[in-house]
């Protein structure tokens, strides 16, 4: 099958490509009015959790007029609302503090965790293909997210780029 280029900023050499083709298939990013991706932006909690409900193939819907919102900085008619209410029924988001934090970036240790619990809520394991490599920031990690980051990292989900 031959690549296509689906944003301007996504060459089909990127090693971002594959992942960015994948997600778009699945309706799950659709980049910007202008037909660029922007793979170098910052990606906040909300979009990442939308991005990962959808790539699941989770049907989000509308929350019910009289949901009870599982967080107190989530409010029922934000665009994202679905998605956090689904990923914290499935155990995927938990907040902090009864906050989710929407509009603050994801960091790689929240990537990770939420990952790894998604893969959980939904019956897959993490195969051990790889060995696994100390990251250069690992002494960063929290214990929280330590097992998620180990586990994608021997299952070949991560790598990490330049040690990190």
Not at 4 to 24: G, H, K, T
């Amino acid at each position: 099958m031959e690549k296509r280029v689906i944003f301007e900023d996504v060459p089909v050499d990127a090693w971002e490509y594959e992942a960015v083709r994948f997600l778009n298939a699945k309706n799950a990013v659709s980049g910007y009015e202008d037909g660029s991706f922007r793979s170098k932006n910052n990606v906040t909690r909300a979009e990442f959790i939308q991005i990962l409900v959808t790539a699941m193939g989770i049907d989000i819907g509308e929350p019910a007029e009289d949901a009870q919102m599982p967080f107190e900085d989530i409010k029922r008619d934000d665009w994202f609302s679905g998605a956090c209410i689904k990923a914290q029924e499935l155990g995927i988001l938990s907040g902090s503090d009864g906050k989710c934090m929407p509009q603050s970036n994801i960091t790689k240790q929240e990537i990770a965790a939420m990952i790894l619990r998604a893969l959980d809520a939904n019956n897959r394991t993490v195969a051990s293909n790889v060995e696994i490599k100390v990251f250069a920031d690992s002494d960063d990690i929290a214990d929280w997210a330590l097992e998620a980051v180990n586990k994608l990292q021997a299952g070949g989900i991560i790598s990490g780029s330049d040690g990190y």
